[in-house]
Each structure stands twice: as C-alpha cells, then as structure tokens.
C-alpha cells in the first residue's frame, strides 16, 4: 500500500502543474502564458518519471 507521504510527494507537484496549465492555458496568447504551460507539462511528465524510475529501481 502506498504510504501518505509518498502520496502527498505525488500529489503535490501534478496538481501545481494542473494549475500552471490551467492558467497558462487561459493566458495562452501572451508569453508568460505558454511559459506556465511549458512548466506546468513539464512538473507532471517529472513526476510521472520520476515514479516510473523508482519503481524500475525496486
């Protein structure tokens, strides 16, 4: 079972990317706007590889 600090280690960094997205998407014709986008995208896919390398790591 999944211990709630690696669940909180989760959860914290894909929902701050789903909210840079969110926002980035709703300023997607300025600059700053597709930099949060990018950085947003990028927080997730970090996350989700740094799960996939741990778990290979086992």
Avoid: C
Avoid at 24 to 41: H, I, L, S, Y
């Amino acid at each position: 079972m999944i211990s709630m600090s690696s669940f909180h280690s989760m959860l914290i960094p894909i929902l701050s990317g789903m909210i840079m997205l969110a926002i980035g998407f709703n300023f997607r014709d300025k600059n700053v706007g597709v930099f949060a986008m990018w950085v947003g995208m990028l927080m997730i896919l970090a996350t989700v590889i740094y799960k996939i390398l741990a778990k290979l790591n086992e």
